[in-house]
């Protein structure tokens, strides 16, 4: 039996739209997960996974310890369900939820937030100096992992941190050790365009030459200066964590020993975005059927839905991916429709109403935001359904 059977025949008594989970497929992608990387701990990046069980499920493999959270509102909702070990890697400008941290001794104990300057230790500061009595802040210091060549003429990677080299790293961890009620408990350095960059993709070879020599050199000069922003740091704070790497880099990330731990979370899914990688092969996940409603000619179909867009770069690789039956396309002049979205090739001649198309989503987490809930598969079974931060009436982002 072929995947697009199974998954017809496990989810034959709902009604398309839905979004599916294959547990085995999630399984295996977490194994592979841990062996790469090789003895460090994996955070969780909740932001691919926007599922409260399904977080709870991953937490509770060999392998995995905290939760990589990407608002603080949805990182205290976190604390107050028993999640621990709660890293906010993006920085906070949400002025109540900083003083429901301070002000609660047992969130802020689990939860760590992540600044890049002094302005954002002043922000904080002016946030919370009301709340009585405070409980100490954790802080993380996010650290920029691009990487910069020809003079500062040539860049790749996030464009994040203002803090680039070990100097401005131990300066600004001496500024906040001067200020009450924080405490520096890690630092955060993410190699977006490595470990978000598939290095084995379609199309263009002299492209493709590029980027993996830019990947490599950029590895190299990380692998130095991090080690060295760490060591100045630790100078002046007895770190918790160093966290660094995201599913497409953590072998490369786990040979620093600077680095104490990874991060993952498409990994778990499969999107689309991560099947050009060479050092590793994921097995799709998480994909979500719309039901045929149309039929305008005999080599298209028009299904329900569709427009579920990816963030980043705009461009037809954040478009989701009609998987099953494989050989479907978009129509160039219409793409994923907010209602309705046409399908064509010679696979949509065998479709007729009401059948389903299985899409695979871009991204990971970002497909939780269309559907409240994620029905379970195992084998050619629904054993279950959990809800999306959706479906629990969170909507963080």
Not at 51 to 72: C, K, N, W
Not at 172 to 186: N, S, T
Not at 349 to 354: A, V
Request: net charge positive; glycine share 10%.
């Amino acid at each position: 039996m072929d995947d697009r059977q199974r998954y017809d025949r496990a989810t034959a008594a709902l009604e398309p739209p839905f979004a599916v989970l294959d547990l085995a497929a999630m399984r295996a992608n977490a194994a592979d997960l841990v062996r790469r990387a090789a003895g460090k701990p994996i955070r969780v990046a909740s932001k691919s996974v926007r599922s409260r069980p399904i977080l709870e499920r991953i937490l509770a493999m060999d392998g995995f310890q905290g939760v990589m959270a990407y608002t603080l509102p949805e990182a205290l909702w976190l604390a107050g369900h028993g999640f621990t070990d709660i890293l906010v890697a993006y920085p906070t400008a949400d002025r109540r939820a900083l003083r429901a941290l301070a002000g609660d001794a047992h969130a802020a104990g689990h939860i760590t937030v992540t600044i890049d300057s002094t302005a954002h230790l002043a922000f904080i500061e002016a946030a919370v100096a009301a709340v009585q009595p405070r409980a100490d802040i954790r802080i993380c210091m996010d650290i920029d992992a691009g990487y910069v060549a020809l003079g500062g003429k040539f860049r790749a990677g996030a464009l994040r941190s203002p803090v680039r080299e070990p100097h401005e790293a131990a300066d600004l961890a001496a500024d906040l050790a001067r200020r009450p009620g924080f405490r520096l408990a890690g630092l955060l350095a993410y190699e977006g365009q490595i470990a978000g960059v598939g290095d084995a993709p379609p199309g263009n070879a002299v492209r493709t030459r590029a980027l993996r020599l830019m990947q490599s050199r950029s590895a190299k000069e990380l692998l130095v200066r991090r080690g060295r922003i760490v060591k100045a740091v630790r100078r002046l704070a007895d770190l918790d964590f160093v966290n660094g790497g995201g599913t497409g880099s953590i072998e490369r990330t786990v040979r620093e020993k600077a680095v104490t731990e990874v991060a993952a979370g498409s990994g778990f899914f499969h999107p689309r975005l991560f099947d050009f990688y060479r050092r590793f092969t994921g097995r799709p996940a998480a994909l979500f059927a719309l039901p045929v409603v149309r039929r305008p000619a005999p080599d298209t179909v028009t299904v329900l839905g569709g427009g579920y867009l990816a963030s980043g770069p705009p461009g037809p690789a954040r478009l989701p991916q009609p998987y099953l039956p494989p050989g479907l396309r978009y129509a160039p002049d219409e793409g994923a429709g907010e209602v309705q979205t046409p399908l064509l090739g010679q696979a949509a001649q065998d479709l007729r109403l009401g059948d389903r198309v299985w899409f695979r989503h871009a991204k990971a987490g970002e497909l939780c935001e269309h559907f409240d809930t994620l029905h379970l598969i195992e084998g050619d079974t629904v054993v279950g359904s959990v809800p999306t931060y959706r479906g629990e009436g969170r909507t963080f982002l």
